[in-house]
């Protein structure tokens, strides 16, 4: 694995288990939402792209789950290593090889352009002395994501083998992620799967999309907890973990999670003081994504220990699920 570096312009990105057999090319676009794939390929040609320190000879090289990628782009600034900040971190379990955490809203997981402090990783760095390494020094011991406004539990790994085996358990999809939301759309099938291909919103390449004839394949399995008037309590668990994925495969259904400023919708008003109004009034009220992820097992990298961890519902979900849950009084 080759070291972090600090020059200037250079932007360092590891492939994680669920981009394993992706493209050169569409990786780096992918990751990078101001790049397309045309750039990467000039960047390419230019000499500005690397794999594990060599330069591949053509975009469509396939990447391996753990390649580091190091993109030049003129006038950018990397986020290089990254210092300890005293960020606080609800920490679920811990011993010599993983770090279980409560992410709460907010923090983004690890430095990228935009977020070059203020992340789980610098949190991280700060409460443990050791985090494995071999995720690079803008990922160390990063194994899987969720995004700055999701709540719930991650695994970090704190040695290079802890880090390799639970990316392969993640790749395998021997994990168990299962995740609460609440969104619109009380006519929801009590349970069910969506399965799509997935990738890049054609016209903006901030968003995701499950509606297209090319891509990854995306799966998420839903099953419904609690019916109101006009939203829905849900418990989803994950196949895949593709960037977005659950707030993408429900909102190009027609049920998108509250307050989701990407993929979500206006809060209706509705008069009087019934069941609806007082739903949508709480989800007008709700701060941020509604969804948080409350449940991950994964085997212990070293004992094999199958283990499980629960993270109740944070305030700010807590209180939007008592309202909808109040709709039976």
Do not use: C
């Not at 994950?238 to 027609?254: F, K, S, Y």
């Amino acid at each position: 694995m080759p070291a972090a570096t600090d020059d200037p312009g250079t932007i360092t990105l590891v492939v994680a288990p669920d981009d394993a057999g992706e493209r050169l090319d569409r990786f780096v676009a992918g990751r990078l939402a101001d790049t397309s794939r045309s750039q990467v390929q000039r960047a390419l040609e230019e000499g500005r792209v690397t794999v594990n320190g060599a330069v591949p000879s053509k975009a469509g090289a396939t990447l391996s789950v753990g390649d580091v990628v190091s993109y030049v782009v003129a006038g950018a600034r990397p986020a290089g290593p990254h210092a300890a900040e005293a960020i606080p971190l609800s920490v679920v379990y811990a011993d010599a090889h993983v770090v279980v955490v409560d992410k709460p809203a907010g923090l983004v997981v690890h430095p990228a352009p935009g977020h070059a402090s203020g992340t789980l990783v610098n949190a991280l760095r700060w409460h443990f002395e050791r985090l494995g390494e071999g995720g690079g020094a803008e990922r160390p011991g990063i194994v899987h994501r969720i995004d700055k406004d999701t709540t719930g539990l991650l695994v970090v790994a704190r040695t290079e083998r802890a880090l390799e085996r639970l990316q392969a358990q993640f790749a395998a999809r021997t994990t168990h992620r299962r995740y609460r939301a609440v969104a619109f759309g009380p006519k929801l099938d009590d349970e069910g799967t969506i399965a799509t291909l997935y990738g890049r919103h054609p016209r903006d390449r901030k968003r995701f999309t499950s509606k297209t004839d090319r891509g990854r394949n995306a799966v998420t399995h839903w099953a419904v907890r609690h019916r109101g008037e006009a939203l829905v309590l849900l418990e989803l668990r994950l196949e895949t973990g593709r960037t977005h994925q659950i707030r993408v495969h429900l909102a190009d259904r027609g049920h998108p999670i509250v307050a989701d400023p990407i993929y979500g919708k206006p809060v209706p008003r509705a008069s009087g003081a019934g069941a609806m109004a007082r739903e949508l009034a709480a989800a007008r009220r709700m701060p941020r994504l509604a969804l948080h992820a409350a449940e991950l097992g994964f085997d212990h990298p070293e004992t094999g220990e199958r283990l499980v961890f629960t993270a109740p519902d944070p305030p700010d979900l807590a209180a939007l699920v008592e309202a909808l849950m109040g709709s039976d009084e």
